[in-house]
């Protein structure tokens, strides 16, 4: 099987390698769909403690189940799979209690069990009796189906800032999850979406979602604009879904009392210290948050969403490219001139 192998930082190579052997309680995937995400891009310029090179990234990902071993009973040969990030260990208290995205052994796809830059990946036991492994309806196509992935992590943020009726919500940053977070906080009972973008590329894109206001961050003031929207009282949430310090920084600025703020995108090691005055989350009495990754519930829950079109993923894929071409996707995506890049290892 052809597989691109992270070699070194900055270093993948395309190798043609066996086809992994199935044992008794695994399974074999026949990779048909895998989206590049931005930790594969971290990883790949930086690195991760936990990726032990040579290496096959890759956590987005969807295929066909080909093979089964003879104790496997939960899935079935020729059946299509959504498969997540995070594995929980099934062992320690946080796994025990449905939080095995807070392991503290944290095993994921594509960081200690080999991911989906590849035609063929190997369902090791853990994966598939503990982890995110959902069969998808055959309306969904492959590519929409990996993108569970990155709307399980979108659901686990959510529920942390207990989103439920009636709350207005502000949105900042509107890549692929923010995208994904106008349409899932309307389903899960928003009253007003406000989406914040600085990129006019993603802005347009993001207009297909149908946000209630759409704020240009470059062009205007964002607290300024967010409390206008909100007859002065701030929102009820806000997410930070791009990885910068001022949006953190907004955001518990504009947060109504009482409101919750999830700080959703991850910073650069390089990113100065965040500067807030603790005082006005002690006199709005809000709650600060933060979410990463998510657990097994909510990749099914993001693979049923899909399938019934609560939340729509088929906008936000504007590059596909086949394994041999995984170089020009990762440039493509660095230079940020799409949303949601897929590979299909095996074509299409």
């Known amino acids: 099987m052809l597989a ?44 991760n403690p936990r990726v032990k090179l040579p290496a096959i990234i890759g956590h987005e990902i969807s295929g066909t189940i080909v093979k089964t071993g003879s104790a496997v009973s939960k899935f079935k040969e020729g059946q299509r799979v959504a498969i997540g990030a ?6 320690c208290k946080w796994c025990r209690n449905g939080m095995g995205n807070n392991c503290k052994i944290n095993y994921a796809v594509g960081y200690q069990i080999p991911g989906g830059f590849a035609q063929y990946m190997l369902l090791p036991p853990l994966l598939l009796k503990e982890g995110p492994v959902t ?45 994904m977070m106008i349409d899932l906080a309307r ?37 300024k604009r967010c409390l206008e929207e909100t007859e002065g009282e701030g929102p009820d949430i806000v997410l930070t879904t791009c990885g910068s310090v001022e949006s ?33 989350i002690h006199y709005k009495e809000c709650f600060v948050t933060g979410s990463h990754g998510s657990v097994p519930r909510h990749h099914e829950l993001a693979v049923r969403l899909l399938e019934r ?18 170089h020009e996707a990762f440039e493509v995506m660095e230079r940020r001139e799409g949303m949601k890049i897929i590979l299909h290892p095996n074509g299409q």
């Open 4 to 47: 691109a192998v992270l070699k070194n930082p900055n270093t993948i190579e395309l190798e043609e390698m066996p086809i992994p052997e199935v044992t008794s309680d695994s399974a074999l995937l026949r990779v048909e769909s895998v989206a590049l995400c931005g930790s594969d891009l971290r990883i790949l310029r930086h690195g």
């Open 86 to 91: 995070d594995v929980p260990c099934g062992i």
């Open 135 to 179: 069969p998808f309806h055959n309306s969904l196509s492959f590519d929409e189906a990996a993108l569970a992935e990155p709307l399980a992590c979108a659901i686990n943020g959510l529920e942390i800032v207990n989103m439920c009726l009636g709350k207005t919500v502000v949105i900042i940053g509107l890549g692929p999850i923010g995208c």
């Open 187 to 223: 389903a899960m009972g928003a009253v007003k979406v406000i989406a914040v973008q600085r990129s006019r590329l993603r802005m347009e894109i993001a207009k297909t979602y149908g946000a209630d206001v759409y704020i240009a961050s470059e062009e205007e003031d964002v607290v």
């Open 248 to 280: 953190h920084e907004q955001a518990i600025q504009m947060v109504a009392h009482r409101g919750y703020v999830n700080l959703f995108g991850g910073l650069g090691k390089d990113a100065r210290p965040l500067s807030v005055l603790s005082n006005t």
């Open 309 to 326: 079109g609560r939340v729509r993923v088929k906008p936000l894929i504007t590059h596909s490219f086949s394994l041999d071409r995984i």
